[in-house]
C-alpha cells in the first residue's frame, strides 16, 4: 500500500508564504512524479506544479513566479514553497504522485489533502 501523507497548510495574511510538505511511504519500486493540485469550492482541480523523478518542473500559470517545487528523492518528499500568497490562491492542496509499484506498472496516489486559506 502507498500513503501519501501532507503537512503543513493553514490560515494566512495576503503576502505571507507557506510550504507544504508530502511525504509518501508503502512498498513500491519508484516515484515518477510527484506534484500538487488544489481545488477550491465550485472549481475543478487544478495542477500548481509537478516535478518528475529527473528534475523537470511544470508550474501552473496562476503561481509562476511565486511558488516553488522541489524533491528530496532519498526521503520520498515533496515540498511546496508558496510565497506572495494572494487570496485567490486560497484552496485544498493535494499532493499526487505516480509510482510505479510492479514492474512497468504505474498508479496514480493522491493525498488526503491540507487547507490553504489566505485572508485579504
Known amino acids: 500500500q502507498v500513503q501519501l501523507v501532507e503537512s503543513g497548510g493553514g490560515l494566512v495574511q495576503t503576502g505571507e508564504s507557506l510550504r507544504l510538505s508530502c511525504a509518501a511511504s508503502?512498498?513500491?519500486?519508484?516515484?515518477?512524479?510527484m506534484g500538487w493540485y488544489r481545488q477550491a469550492p465550485g472549481e475543478q482541480r487544478e495542477l500548481v506544479a509537478s516535478?518528475?523523478?529527473?528534475?523537470?518542473?511544470n508550474y501552473g500559470d496562476s503561481v509562476k513566479g511565486r511558488f516553488t517545487i522541489s524533491r528530496d528523492n532519498p526521503n520520498n518528499t515533496v515540498y511546496l514553497q508558496m510565497n506572495s500568497l494572494k487570496p485567490e490562491d486560497t484552496a485544498k492542496y493535494y499532493c499526487?504522485?505516480?509510482?510505479?509499484?510492479?514492474?512497468?506498472?504505474?498508479?496514480?496516489?493522491w493525498g488526503p489533502g491540507t487547507q490553504v486559506t489566505v485572508a485579504s
Open positions: 499526487n504522485a505516480v509510482i510505479r509499484v510492479l514492474g512497468p506498472i504505474t498508479n496514480d496516489y
Open positions: 508503502g512498498s513500491y519500486f519508484s516515484i515518477n512524479v
Open positions: 516535478i518528475s523523478s529527473g528534475g523537470n518542473i
